[in-house]
Nanobody, 115 residues
């Protein structure tokens, strides 16, 4: 199982960013994709998830209204888009898949929000 994420991004406040997570080594529709982030000096923060098979999504209350989860079945890729960025969104973003007895994570994507 591999989850490969897109590269680091630098954004200005008020803009948007999209992070991708390409899955391989398993059936993409069989497991949710979760998204978490870790800001400097802080713990992991769960942002939400998508069920790729049904495109059902759930966002943490903190992000509702400015986050979108999507999945492309043809490429086995999940995406998270975060809008109206602020410097407080600077963090490393991770996608993950919890499968039976194992958890798999992408390598992380650094998102920096700065003017």
């Amino acid at each position: 199982v591999q989850l490969v994420q897109s590269g680091a991004e630098l954004r200005q406040p008020g803009t948007s960013v999209t992070v991708s997570c390409k899955a391989s080594g398993y059936t993409f529709t069989s497991y949710y994709i979760d998204w978490v982030r870790q800001a400097p000096g802080q713990g992991l923060e769960w942002m939400g998830r998508i069920d790729p098979e049904y495109r059902a999504t759930k966002a943490a209350p903190k992000f509702q209204g400015r986050i979108t989860f999507t999945a492309d079945l043809d490429s086995s890729t999940a995406y998270v888009e975060l809008n109206n960025l602020s410097p407080e969104d600077t963090a490393v973003y991770y996608c993950g898949s919890s499968q039976d007895d194992s958890d798999y994570w992408g390598q992380g994507t650094q998102i920096t929000v700065s003017s």
